[in-house]
T-cell receptor, first 113, second 115 residues
Framework: QKEVEQNSGPLSVPEGAIASLNCTYSDRGSQSFFWYRQYSGKSPELIMSIYSNGDKEDGRFTAQLNKASQYVSLLIRDSQPSDSATYLCAVNRWGGATNKLIFGTGTLLAVQP | KAGVTQTPRYLIKTRGQQVTLSCSPISGHRSVSWYQQTPGQGLQFLFEYFSETQRNKGNFPGRFSGRQFSNSRSEMNVSTLELGDSALYLC???WGQGTYNSPLHFGNGTRLTVT
């Protein structure tokens, strides 16, 4: 079992729809969770961070965390073609002593105009 | 505020050579981490430095090494290059440790090709 698992996609959604990206992790002690967006040929860009159970909203993006189910998701409302990218879920298992992140392999999102 | 700067952007080396990659973190950031990204393995942690000390190391052979200077700039070195070392090498910085309210910000990466 991989430490951080994501569906590789591609996830195809029409413009204006809600895109739902999912991620599960294996270590129940994980404390910090991040979503990065990576355009082809570019470096990862931080979109959202979430540390406690529940929802966290930032503009069109909502991150959801459920530690009991070891599940974190990213919702993108009103999806735009410019949102087409690979979305990487990352988890810090170790808390305050390190910045080491375990990344999933990413979900490719394609927003169709 | 300038972002994380990595140099060079592209490198082509031959097997057996060594290479040094450089990273300048965001001003004020004291933590620098290095990651290797390949199509097959995704992003994999190499090592992490904070205040000139290596705080964590990933599962890479000893050919991969790094260091951090007093101004927080960091370098990583790969000796005796192998074809499998071809990858995008990403540097990330943050102001503190633990990522709680101190997330990583990535540079544009150095694309290393080993022939």
């Amino acid at each position: 079992q991989k430490e951080v698992e994501q569906n590789s996609g591609p996830l195809s959604v029409p413009e204006g729809a809600i895109a739902s990206l999912n991620c599960t992790y294996s270590d129940r002690g994980s404390q910090s969770f991040f979503w990065y967006r990576q355009y082809s040929g570019k470096s990862p860009e931080l979109i959202m961070s979430i540390y406690s159970n529940g929802d966290k909203e930032d503009g069109r993006f909502t991150a959801q965390l459920n530690k009991a189910s070891q599940y974190v998701s990213l919702l993108i409302r009103d999806s735009q073609p410019s949102d087409s990218a690979t979305y990487l879920c990352a988890v810090n298992r170790w808390g305050g002593a390190t910045n080491k992140l375990i990344f999933g392999t990413g979900t490719l999102l394609a927003v169709q105009p | 505020k300038a972002g994380v700067t990595q140099t060079p952007r592209y490198l082509i080396k031959t097997r057996g050579q060594q290479v040094t990659l450089s990273c300048s973190p965001i001003s004020g950031h004291r933590s620098v981490s290095w990651y290797q990204q390949t199509p097959g393995q995704g992003l994999q942690f190499l090592f992490e430095y904070f205040s000139e000390t290596q705080r964590n190391k990933g599962n890479f052979p000893g050919r991969f090494s790094g260091r951090q200077f007093s101004n927080s700039r960091s370098e990583m070195n790969v000796s005796t290059l192998e074809l499998g070392d071809s990858a995008l090498y990403l540097c990330a910085s943050s102001w503190g440790q633990g990522t709680y309210n101190s997330p990583l910000h990535f540079g544009n990466g150095t694309r290393l090709t080993v022939t």
